[in-house]
């Protein structure tokens, strides 16, 4: 099981780090897979109020975040008995219509690609130390209590 | 160690909390989190963590173990 999970400070390009990652698993002699699930999170322009979103500040534990993704990604993974996984995450300031998350899940089928992937990302919003703190356009600020619905 | 709106409610992030060699009974986060004074019961919204594990509030604590309370998580 090929494994990669990233914390970036800067704003990542979701189709460029997939691209990279499609080549790095050919340059290693991986062979491709049957099926790939990919899912793209991107900062929402409006606040949870409903007012302007100017940016989303995201906070993490350093040291637990990178080693919980880990252990969710590998969990998740095993459990799905899938081939390969890719999972970026943004901290710092984000700004509206950047990438917060990117998760990339070979398999041989569709079924376990697909469900791994939405697994991981279920985990990851809930089980890996992170907090939101939305910027107003006005000013204000509030951190999250919690994620939007599924 | 505190993180984000509970470290900004409470105004410090991080204390170290001497061990007491001659304490007789271990004690565990949510015992800490009155000795604190943090705010309210230590309660399911709040986290714990022990070495940047997640671990229960009732995890006797020993010389050297880092803490973290971990308010709720909005990740992804």
């Known amino acids: 099981m090929q494994l990669r ?6 704003n990542f390009e979701p189709l460029v780090a997939l691209a990279r990652w499609q080549e790095e698993r050919q340059q290693s002699g991986i062979s491709n897979n049957a099926a790939e699930a990919v899912f793209v ?7 949870a109020d409903g007012s302007e979103l100017e940016a989303l500040e995201l906070e993490h534990y350093p040291g637990m975040t990178e080693q919980q993704l880990e252990r969710l990604a590998l969990d998740c993974c095993h459990r799905h008995g899938v081939n390969s996984c890719l999972a970026k995450h943004r901290i710092g300031r984000v700004l509206p219509g950047e990438a917060i998350v990117l998760v990339a899940i070979g398999a041989d089928r569709r079924g376990p690609a697909q469900r791994c ?18 910027w107003r356009a006005n000013g204000s600020s509030e951190w999250l209590s919690g994620n939007t619905p599924l | 160690m505190l993180f984000a709106g509970l470290r ?12 007491d060699p001659n304490c007789t009974s271990e004690i565990t986060p949510r015992q800490l989190w009155l000795n604190l004074k943090l705010p309210g019961d230590l309660g399911p919204q709040v986290r714990v963590a022990i ?14 173990d880092e803490l973290a309370f971990l308010p709720p998580i909005s990740g992804g």
């Open chain 1, 41 to 47: 999170g991107r900062v929402r322009g409006v606040a």
């Open chain 2, 8 to 19: 900004e409610q409470v105004g410090w992030a991080e204390q170290q909390w001497p061990a």
């Open chain 1, 5 to 10: 999970v990233d914390l970036h400070s800067t």
């Open chain 1, 117 to 134: 992937c939405q697994e991981l990302l279920e985990a990851l919003k809930h089980d890996a130390p992170f907090w939101k703190r939305e």
């Open chain 2, 51 to 64: 070495n940047r594990q997640f671990a229960d509030a009732d995890t006797p604590l020993k010389p050297g």
